[in-house]
């Protein structure tokens, strides 16, 4: 008989860039559907509080104030919260004016 213990690896995720913690309303959905709010952004992604259920994998279109539709994957869904990556990184303006809506 063999015995065995194993530790999971961890993985640590580094980010492209560090994400500036804000407090913003937004949309999900292309017609504004669903509200949700902003809770860190980078230029690469965002951590969303929803008032629905987003499940991993999936894409959602997330609206972010003063801006268009933007594509992004939901990398970690956890009931009311979620992690996504957008398909395109924001234009730097539009992150620092996101970050300036939250002085």
């Known amino acids: 008989m063999f015995a065995a213990e194993f530790e999971p690896a961890e993985i640590d995720e580094q980010r492209h860039m560090p994400r500036a ?15 949700c709010r902003v809770v860190d952004v980078s230029i690469h992604g965002a951590r969303l509080q929803t008032y629905v259920e987003l499940t991993k994998g999936s894409v959602i279109w997330l609206t972010l104030p003063g801006a268009d539709p933007i594509a992004a994957d939901v990398m970690w869904a956890d009931d009311f919260a979620a992690g996504c990556r957008f398909h395109r990184p924001l234009p730097m303006e539009l992150f620092d004016q996101l970050v300036a809506l939250n002085r």
Do not use: F, H, T, Y
């Open 21 to 35: 913690p804000v407090s913003l309303d937004a949309e999900i959905g292309k017609a504004g559907r669903s509200l």
